[in-house]
């Protein structure tokens, strides 16, 4: 990070443990958009004091980096929900983990009060997939959950993944890459427009784009191929409503599931599958909290 790297020219000391903190804590903004002094404890430091991140929040706070808005909650404990300035952004943004990301897109109190439960709800999804990693010994960091992924399904539209997964399973000398596209819903649509989702991806996952000015040549392939050597299974994470409703809302993905025909074809081809939120977090994502929208009994998010 240009901070670090002048810090580093002035001086023939290595970078203090703190210094290194909050060049992670600038990156995993950027990348994550907000997150909680909580939340970055657990993202960058699990075995760390929240006493350390504060430091460091604060270090930066001070020059200018990053800030905070204060979540509703008891007075007594505030929680803070951090994000960067304008000057932290352009700092972050030719770091190489963030090469080819559209633009920082929250750099104001306004932006952040029109993002933050979302962004924090997509978090907690991330948080839950990392610890279950760490437990299991499988690989699965901040920089392997990317945000706000777009991809164009055509006639001028786009789908816009809450985030893209990157997940290695490790079994002994065995290496498994798992992709996946996350969607996390908070149930604050209807239904309907929750299915809608489905089928974009569903969209996306038969659109073949065609290079501007080119001849089309043999047999045209899919556009996704561009950036997925196949095509990520497809996650729906849910949460802010009772269970009744959300069991509902899972249902409501496997109807879809079974009478549309583009999405049909889909969960002929990709795994496909449904979860609460607070299942996640309770038990871990690698336990059988996972609904198969085709049809079947709950399983792992890898057996689906």
């Known amino acids: 990070m240009p901070r670090s790297a002048s810090r580093t020219r002035v001086s023939p000391l290595p970078p203090s443990p703190v210094?290194?903190?909050?060049?992670?804590?600038?990156?995993?903004?950027?990348?994550?958009?907000?997150?909680?002094?909580?939340?970055?404890?657990?993202?960058?430091?699990?075995?760390?004091?929240?006493?350390l991140i504060s430091r460091a929040l604060n270090k930066l706070r001070c020059d200018g980096f990053v800030d905070y808005t204060v979540l509703p909650g008891p007075d007594r404990s505030p929680t803070h929900a951090w994000y960067l300035t304008p000057d932290g952004a352009r700092l972050t943004r030719d770091l190489p983990v963030l090469r080819g990301r559209p633009p920082y897109p929250i750099t104001s109190t306004t932006a952040v009060s029109l993002k933050t439960?979302?962004?924090?709800?997509?978090?907690?999804?991330?948080?839950?997939?990392?610890?279950?990693?760490?437990?299991?010994?499988?690989?699965?960091?901040?920089?392997?959950?990317t945000p706000e992924v777009s991809?164009?399904?055509?006639?001028?539209?786009?789908?816009?993944?809450?985030?893209?997964?990157?997940?290695?399973?490790?079994?002994?000398?065995?290496?498994?890459?798992?992709?996946?596209?996350?969607?996390?819903?908070?149930?604050?649509?209807?239904?309907?427009?929750?299915?809608?989702?489905?089928?974009e991806y569903a969209r996306l996952h038969q659109y073949e784009a065609q290079p501007v000015g080119r001849?089309?040549?043999?047999?045209?392939?899919?556009?996704?191929?561009?950036?997925?050597?196949?095509?990520?299974?497809?996650?729906?994470?849910?949460?802010?409503?009772?269970?009744?409703?959300?069991?509902?809302?899972?249902?409501?993905?496997?109807?879809?599931?079974?009478?549309?025909p583009l999405v049909a074809a889909l969960a002929r081809e990709v795994p496909l599958g449904a979860a609460v939120l607070e299942d996640l977090e309770q038990h871990g994502p690698a336990q059988n909290v996972w609904t198969p929208l085709p049809g079947g009994t709950p399983r792992p998010w890898s057996d689906l």
């Open 215 to 260: 001849r089309r040549r043999g047999a045209a392939e899919p556009g996704w191929l561009r950036w997925y050597p196949v095509f990520p299974r497809l996650l729906f994470v849910l949460t802010g409503a009772s269970r009744p409703r959300l069991e509902g809302r899972i249902g409501d993905l496997q109807a879809l599931a079974a009478q549309h």
């Open 117 to 145: 439960a979302h962004t924090l709800t997509v978090v907690r999804a991330h948080l839950a997939f990392a610890a279950d990693a760490r437990r299991l010994g499988h690989e699965h960091g901040p920089w392997d959950w």
């Open 19 to 51: 210094e290194a903190l909050s060049d992670q804590i600038m990156t995993a903004l950027a990348q994550h958009r907000i997150a909680t002094t909580g939340q970055l404890r657990r993202m960058l430091r699990p075995d760390g004091t929240r006493q």
């Open 151 to 199: 991809h164009s399904i055509g006639e001028g539209e786009r789908v816009v993944a809450d985030a893209v997964m990157y997940y290695t399973v490790v079994r002994g000398e065995q290496r498994r890459k798992l992709r996946a596209f996350v969607e996390v819903d908070r149930a604050t649509m209807s239904g309907e427009r929750l299915a809608v989702k489905l089928i």
